[in-house]
């Protein structure tokens, strides 16, 4: 059973930093698409960013070109997002997703397991 958990989430203000952790427990940490996804109130979830695991070529939603980052640490089993520059739209609950096989899609249908999310406040 898969099982993704979230960390890192807080308070900041504008111009500000975070960095949100994804561990993931209970799979072989291979052939799989990681993301990140953030869903502010009333609005639908969206993509943030994503990487197949291993690759070293991440997609951004261009809301966050140039300031966000997705890592992985294949070690710690581990999934990261460093958020710089961060600005009161960026505000929302953060969702790290997995999915087996290509990673070319923000569909949210088409990720298979979740974390539970963490929350990100930007405040101006």
């Known amino acids: 059973q898969v099982r993704l958990v979230e960390s890192g989430g807080g308070s900041v203000q504008a111009g500000g930093s975070l960095r949100l952790s994804c561990v993931l427990f209970g799979y072989y940490y291979s052939n799989y698409c990681m993301a990140w996804f953030r869903q502010a109130p009333g609005k639908e979830r969206e993509g943030v960013a994503r990487i197949f695991i291993g690759s070293r070529s991440p997609n951004y939603a261009d809301s966050v070109k140039g300031r966000f980052t997705i890592s992985q640490d294949n070690a710690k089993n581990t999934l990261y997002l460093q958020m710089n520059s961060l600005k009161p739209e960026d505000t929302a609950m953060y969702y790290c997703?997995?999915?087996?096989?290509?990673?070319?899609?923000?569909?949210?249908?088409?990720?298979?397991?979740w974390g539970q999310g963490t929350q990100v406040t930007v405040s101006s």
């Open positions: 997703a997995a999915r087996r096989g290509v990673c070319d899609t923000y569909k949210t249908t088409d990720y298979n397991y």
